[in-house]
């Protein structure tokens, strides 16, 4: 009988610290709250300019209702819907704090289809085909979701390119009620002759994605060749074969002190070869510091062969972002130059210029706006381009990339 008594006064003092321990983990979300608010008030340039003050602080008491019963991943969702209604692109809920799950295959939209661009070495015959459910669930409904949870959107481009890369996260996905399983879901693709394939993927922590094997494919031209002794995999300038003109290939932005003398060493080469046109290509910047694209727009200037009537391309796409928009805006003022390609992601007239903070105990990301630039008259949809190309998907499966060539076939030899 003593022995039963000390076992049950064992196993209520380990419940006790089991369950105190479970309290523990949960996260205090009533600080996270007031410092997100709080933080929001005094750092954002205008956090009230499409969602009023009310509809805000109502929508922060209302999550803090939610956090009371509700697990952590469901009070971030619940907590992206509410920034995402703040109205920027740079006003977001980051989840790079969080070691979240993924599914290795990445997706694109083309030509109305989401297109699966890489995948698992052993997963290839999935490579090019579109993504059509997601455990049983039509793609039109799973996009439905995640599209009001998705971050960092300023206009119907973005939108876009922000929800495809949220198509494989794992806790999004389950807790928006899409998957049935974290850990594992059932994905239905089609190909195109329209067979479809059903493939059970694993989801995996983000640093073990980084050890799988991958398949993927590039778009390219043939008359342009990435030199080998380049100092950025961002950025780099070729001669185009057989064409008086040169390439730029700017994804993002090194230091101030290196975009002189990338400048210079340009402007060296152009002067050499008397290179009568430039193509700036901006299709894959998501952002940086604009200010060190002015630098680049300065050194080309200083290049008296360029034809500066006519030479001058600047290409951009849904995923030209921030810094990448301001600069084509920019680039299109300061050398004249025709914008070739689809429309940017971000807006040249709006809130920019990130800042960020952490919630205490969330650890989350919180970014915002610290400045509106005007680059333009007319708020618009992205910035338009002069002349709107689309890839075309039978081009772009073979590894052609129609915007460049056409740029390409407008240049005389």
């Known amino acids: 009988m003593k022995n039963h008594k000390i076992t049950k006064i064992y196993f209520l003092i380990c419940f006790s610290v089991f369950f105190q321990t479970i309290n523990a983990q949960k996260t205090d979300w009533q600080a996270d709250l007031k410092t997100y608010s709080s933080q929001l008030e005094a750092k954002h340039i205008d956090l009230y300019h499409k969602i009023s003050k009310q509809d805000f602080q109502k929508s922060v008491e209302r999550i803090q209702n939610i956090a009371k019963s509700e ?6 969702i619940e907590l992206m819907k509410l920034t995402k209604k703040i109205g920027d ?3 977001a809920v980051s989840l790079r704090n969080l070691n979240v799950h993924q599914f290795p295959f990445d997706v694109q939209r083309i030509e109305n289809k989401w297109r699966v661009v ?3 070495s052993s997963k290839e015959n999935i490579l090019k085909t579109s993504l059509i459910k997601v455990d049983g669930v039509p793609i039109s409904e799973v996009i439905a979701k995640v599209s009001q949870v998705a971050q960092f959107v300023e ?4 939108q876009t390119v922000r929800t495809a890369s949220n198509l494989n996260i794992s806790e999004l996905l389950y807790h928006l ?3 049935k399983n974290k850990k594992t879901a059932l994905f239905t693709f089609l190909d195109d002759d329209n067979n479809e394939i059903e493939v059970e993927l694993s989801a995996f922590k983000n640093n073990e994605l980084q050890q799988l094997n991958y398949v993927t494919f590039k778009v390219g031209v043939p008359e342009i060749t990435k030199p080998k002794n380049s100092k950025f995999d961002f950025l780099w300038f070729s001669s185009i074969k057989n064409k ?4 730029i290939n700017f ?6 002190n290196d975009m002189q003398v990338f400048g210079e060493n340009l402007v060296k080469y152009i002067a050499e070869n008397n290179t009568k046109n430039i193509v700036i290509d901006l299709r894959k910047n998501g952002g940086g510091d604009l200010y060190i694209g002015v630098i680049l727009a300065y050194a080309l200037n200083l290049a008296d062969s360029v034809d500066w009537k006519n030479g001058v391309y600047v290409l951009t796409s849904n995923v030209t972002f921030s810094a990448g928009t301001s600069n084509a805006a920019l680039f299109k003022q300061m050398l004249n130059a ?4 689809q429309p940017t992601g971000s807006n040249p007239t709006g809130y920019q210029d990130m800042g960020q903070f952490n919630l205490p105990n969330s650890k989350l990301v919180i970014t915002y706006s610290k400045r509106k630039f005007r680059l333009s008259e007319k708020i618009t949809q992205g910035i338009q381009p002069d002349i709107l190309l689309y890839p075309k998907w039978s081009n772009y499966a073979l590894g052609k990339d129609d915007v460049l060539s056409f740029v390409i076939d407008n240049f005389e030899n």
């Open 118 to 120: 890489k995948t698992l």
């Open 89 to 91: 692109g740079h006003t």
């Open 251 to 256: 994804e993002s932005y090194p230091s101030f």
């Open 338 to 341: 025709k914008i070739v390609g």
């Open 71 to 76: 697990d952590d991943f469901k009070t971030i």
């Open 177 to 179: 009620n899409i998957i």
């Open 155 to 158: 206009n119907e481009h973005s």
């Open 244 to 247: 008086n003109a040169i390439y």
